[in-house]
């Protein structure tokens, strides 16, 4: 279950990168990464506008990881055709044409996917890091959680 659809994303997060037959595509993998992300919490709490920017937000992430990856795809496909690559530079006093390898525009795309890939956890942090949602510890046991919670007892903060 995605935990925002199109109509939220440009209505209330006023995204405009994504398409709208994109959009499914895209929320649910962002919403399958929240509900990683949590522990499962996120499906207990689908209605939080902060999952919901969330939600976007990762959506939007996953549009631009997709995307590098594509990249990269064209930069092997490039590489392994007769042209011998994406054209670096082109002169034109005693022509010149130099192609770049597509092994190294393939590995610069992959390393803007897997930077992007890596930015995930700090976009769920920026929306959820009040919520509660990223608590990775346990409860103490009295119906709340503590940040001073241990395993023996719960002490209340001052």
Excluded at 25 to 54: E, H, I, P, V
Excluded at 67 to 75: P, R, T, V, Y
Excluded at 117 to 133: D, R, V
Aim: net charge neutral; proline share 1%.
């Amino acid at each position: 279950m995605a935990y925002a659809d199109y109509r939220y994303y440009i209505t209330t997060y006023l995204g405009t990168a994504i398409q709208e037959a994109d959009f499914p595509r895209l929320s649910l993998r962002a919403s399958s990464f929240l509900d990683y992300y949590t522990q499962g919490r996120a499906a207990r709490n689908d209605g939080l506008d902060a999952l919901k920017m969330a939600c976007c937000a990762i959506a939007e992430q996953y549009q631009a990881i997709d995307a590098a990856q594509a990249l990269a795809q064209k930069a092997l496909s490039a590489a392994l055709s007769e042209k011998g690559g994406e054209l670096q530079s082109q002169s034109v006093g005693s022509w010149s044409k130099t192609y770049r390898s597509g092994g190294d525009s393939a590995q610069q795309a992959l390393s803007s996917a897997q930077a992007a890939q890596a930015s995930l956890g700090a976009i769920a942090q920026q929306y959820l890091g009040a919520t509660g949602l990223l608590y990775r510890g346990r409860g103490c046991g009295y119906g709340h959680v503590s940040p001073y919670c241990d395993a023996l007892q719960c002490v209340v903060g001052d």
